[in-house]
């Protein structure tokens, strides 16, 4: 095995949450709680809030879901240090997924499958 390091721009990143958000993962889980950043240092928009899917994006911002099928509050909190983890999750665990996002050929159920590497560390739903 080879481990190579990557650089991940947050504007990729917050594009595979956005698809996340938009389609990928509505079936399982909705924002329950946003804790914005004292310091907004990313968000896709200039002079305005991050949209929600950028909150975790920023130090000290999180998210926090719930399970829409059991209706239960998720523990594990989205931040970027969880961010940081699911992308290497999915580098790890999810070669096809990974090489879809890489490639920049991603789509909702990449989006999908990278916020539960994120929030579980594997493929729960799906």
Known sequence: MIEIKQK????????????????GSAYWCVVEKITEPKVVRFGTM???????????????????????????????????????????????NYPKHWADFVRENDDATTGDVFLQCCIFGEIIYG
């Open 46 to 92: 200039e002079n305005s809030k991050p949209y929600s899917h950028e909150i975790a994006l920023n130090k000290g911002g999180s998210v926090q879901l719930r399970d829409t099928e059991e209706g239960k509050i998720i523990p594990k909190l989205l931040t970027l240090a969880t961010i940081k983890k699911g992308l290497q999750v999915m580098a790890d």
């Open 8 to 23: 991940i721009s947050l504007e990729r990143v917050g594009d595979l949450l956005c698809s996340a958000w938009e389609g």
